[in-house]
């Protein structure tokens, strides 16, 4: 599965914007997660959409403010994101791989096996 990350730009505060992840091939079965990395830290979980249940799940520090889709015809998987704020600044990363019934580890980026580029995000006056 190959993954291309896209949609990053720079926003002031209180904006939007989206960001899409597409896959090579049917990735119907396969969970998504978004990912994001700032200069100088350690890359965090955002969100993430199961497989089959496509169940959502969000950090504390985004669940109000982004929404994770998908568009399982496109191969797409969409990150929302609405009243950005500088801490969002990062590199967003898009991960898929492909997980059992009632798995626990959406949140840990070493269980997804496929990674895409980053795609920057800067939220700035």
């Known amino acids: 599965v190959q993954l291309q990350a896209s949609g990053g730009g720079s926003v002031q505060p209180g904006g939007s914007l989206r960001l899409s992840c597409a896959a090579s091939g049917s990735t119907s079965s396969y969970s998504m997660g978004w990912f994001r990395q700032a200069p100088g830290k350690e890359r965090e979980f955002v969100a993430a959409?199961?497989?089959?249940?496509?169940?959502?799940f969000y950090s504390d520090s985004v669940k109000v403010r982004f929404s994770i889709s998908r568009d399982n015809a496109k191969n797409t998987v969409y990150l929302q994101m609405n009243s950005l704020k500088p801490e969002d600044t990062a590199n967003y990363y898009c991960?898929?791989?492909?997980?059992?019934?009632?798995?626990?580890?959406?949140?840990?980026?070493?269980?997804?096996?496929?990674w895409g580029q980053g795609t920057q995000v800067t939220v700035s006056s």
């Open positions: 991960a898929a791989n492909l997980f059992p019934f009632r798995f626990s580890g959406y949140r840990d980026d070493y269980n997804y096996r496929f």
């Open positions: 959409i199961a497989g089959t249940t496509e169940m959502t």
